[in-house]
């Protein structure tokens, strides 16, 4: 996020909200305060590696009763209201980082690291991927990304976006919550306050780099209760990871090796998701591989 | 007349730890095999009788005859699956 003053101190104060995707480097120029506060909620900026971004930007200009979106002098859509340009660049930014891999499956994971070892957490919207994510990030582990991984045959790469963190969650995330609270938010047609969360906002760093997958766990919510973690094979892993995937048109058989690939590499467990510290303990054991007798288990069609 | 069972074409197959996974280009369908059922597959080339490949696969488990009849349900599985095609000579 900047704030600059245009040249020769004629035009107004304008502010930027900088979005990364993989190959760009979008930068959202807000004509006043309120669009401002409100694109904030689209911040991205993560250390990512490889060859430096295209800069691509885009400005939100007044009209007299609505907000135009002018993209390379193209006036692109016309919005009434701050909360439809969050909006309509919310879709445009999700289109974007799309098509920066356009052959590449996306999987519905959250993607983390442990010094050396990258660890992915899959589960269906609503199974706890953030929280959980923020608890392991609270424990020393690094978020890549809480919602999807780009996947091929040579591994993963989180697709860049800030951790979205309901306000209902907070609760949970009591020492984080007050930071949380503090960061950029934005509430949907449900009244649920959604908050877009830096990993540095919470002492910790956000690097995204491509890499190879040494533990998948697949989530399966269990509020209240205890957690616990076992083996799964890998046919099983392939098949919970297939409702989570979003295939390409014209690379799904690709896609499927991407996704056996994984199941070679790496190892699987299936974590009823509890209480958060027995959970953390189950994770640790499977960084560890104390994971016990992986073939134990028949797969079943 | 004996039963030859072959692979069906255009599929791509996976090797994963505990078996197969299986792309079906023209159904868009994924299929997972355990040891058993991979092995099995294995066997469809075109070249033996279905009774043959029951004989083998049981003699690789050190299996007796009692597991024939279960042999035979997998490969009727693969067939209706479309994995493997029949044809009598």
Same mark, same amino acid.
């Given at each position: 996020m900047h704030g600059r003053t245009g040249e020769?101190?004629?035009?107004?104060?304008?502010?930027?909200?900088?979005?990364?995707?993989?190959?760009?480097?979008?930068?959202?120029?807000?004509?006043?305060?309120?669009?401002?506060?409100?694109?904030?909620?689209?911040?991205?900026?993560?250390?990512?590696?490889?060859?430096?971004?295209?800069?691509?930007?885009?400005?939100?200009?007044?009209?007299?009763?609505?907000?135009?979106?002018?993209?390379?002098?193209?006036?692109?859509?016309?919005?009434?209201?701050?909360?439809?340009?969050?909006?309509?660049?919310?879709?445009?930014?999700?289109?974007?980082?799309?098509?920066d891999r356009p052959r590449t499956a996306l999987l519905h994971a959250a993607c983390l690291r442990r010094g050396r070892q990258r660890l992915l957490l899959a589960g269906s919207k609503c199974a706890g991927k953030t929280t959980f994510a923020l608890r392991l990030l609270q424990?020393?582990?690094?978020?890549?990304?809480?919602?999807?991984?780009?996947?091929d045959t040579s591994g993963v790469i989180a697709r860049p976006r800030g951790c979205r963190v309901k306000a209902s969650a907070l609760p949970i995330l009591t020492?984080?919550?007050?930071?949380?609270?503090?960061?950029p938010s934005y509430t949907d047609d449900a009244n649920n306050k959604i908050f877009n969360v830096d990993p540095r906002m919470l002492?910790?760093?956000?690097?995204?780099?491509?890499?190879?997958?040494?533990?998948?766990?697949?989530?399966?919510?269990?509020?209240?209760?205890?957690?616990?973690?076992?083996?799964?094979?890998?046919?099983?892993?392939?098949?919970?990871?297939?409702?989570e995937i979003g295939l390409r048109e014209t690379a799904r058989g690709a896609s499927i090796a991407a996704l056996a690939k994984l199941a070679m590499r790496a190892k699987a467990f299936d974590l009823s998701l509890g209480?958060?510290?027995?959970?953390?303990?189950?994770?640790?054991?499977?960084?560890?591989?104390?994971?016990?007798?992986r073939g134990a288990v028949e797969p079943h069609r | 007349m004996s039963e030859i069972l072959k692979r069906a074409p255009d599929l791509e197959?996976?090797?994963?730890?505990?078996? !197969?996974?299986? !792309?079906?280009?023209?159904?868009?369908?994924?299929? !997972?095999?355990?040891?058993? #059922?991979a092995i099995i597959f294995e066997f469809c080339?075109?070249?033996? +009788?279905?009774? +043959?490949?029951? #004989?083998?696969? #049981?003699?690789?488990?050190?299996?007796?005859?009692?597991?024939? +009849? +279960?042999?035979r349900a997998c490969m009727d599985a693969l067939v209706k699956e479309g994995l493997i095609q029949s044809s009598t000579t």
């Amino acid at each position: 996020m900047h704030g600059r003053t245009g040249e020769g101190g004629v035009d107004p104060i304008q502010h930027d909200v900088i979005v990364r995707t993989l190959d760009r480097r979008f930068t959202l120029r807000a004509p006043d305060r309120s669009v401002y506060e409100a694109i904030r909620y689209l911040d991205c900026t993560p250390d990512i590696s490889g060859p430096a971004p295209r800069e691509v930007t885009i400005a939100v200009e007044s009209g007299r009763d609505y907000y135009r979106i002018v993209q390379d002098g193209i006036d692109i859509r016309q919005v009434v209201g701050t909360r439809a340009v969050v909006e309509y660049l919310h879709l445009l930014l999700f289109q974007a980082s799309i098509e920066d891999r356009p052959r590449t499956a996306l999987l519905h994971a959250a993607c983390l690291r442990r010094g050396r070892q990258r660890l992915l957490l899959a589960g269906s919207k609503c199974a706890g991927k953030t929280t959980f994510a923020l608890r392991l990030l609270q424990s020393g582990y690094e978020i890549e990304g809480d919602e999807h991984v780009f996947i091929d045959t040579s591994g993963v790469i989180a697709r860049p976006r800030g951790c979205r963190v309901k306000a209902s969650a907070l609760p949970i995330l009591t020492e984080m919550a007050e930071t949380i609270g503090r960061a950029p938010s934005y509430t949907d047609d449900a009244n649920n306050k959604i908050f877009n969360v830096d990993p540095r906002m919470l002492g910790s760093t956000w690097r995204i780099e491509p890499g190879e997958v040494d533990v998948v766990i697949v989530l399966h919510p269990n509020h209240g209760g205890y957690s616990s973690i076992r083996p799964l094979p890998s046919t099983a892993m392939v098949q919970l990871l297939m409702a989570e995937i979003g295939l390409r048109e014209t690379a799904r058989g690709a896609s499927i090796a991407a996704l056996a690939k994984l199941a070679m590499r790496a190892k699987a467990f299936d974590l009823s998701l509890g209480d958060h510290s027995s959970a953390l303990r189950c994770v640790e054991l499977a960084l560890d591989g104390q994971d016990g007798d992986r073939g134990a288990v028949e797969p079943h069609r | 007349m004996s039963e030859i069972l072959k692979r069906a074409p255009d599929l791509e197959v996976h090797e994963v730890p505990d078996g !197969y996974v299986v !792309y079906q280009n023209k159904r868009d369908n994924v299929c !997972y095999l355990n040891k058993t #059922a991979a092995i099995i597959f294995e066997f469809c080339d075109g070249n033996l +009788e279905s009774d +043959e490949i029951i #004989a083998r696969v #049981a003699k690789v488990f050190d299996l007796g005859s009692s597991v024939h +009849e +279960e042999i035979r349900a997998c490969m009727d599985a693969l067939v209706k699956e479309g994995l493997i095609q029949s044809s009598t000579t």
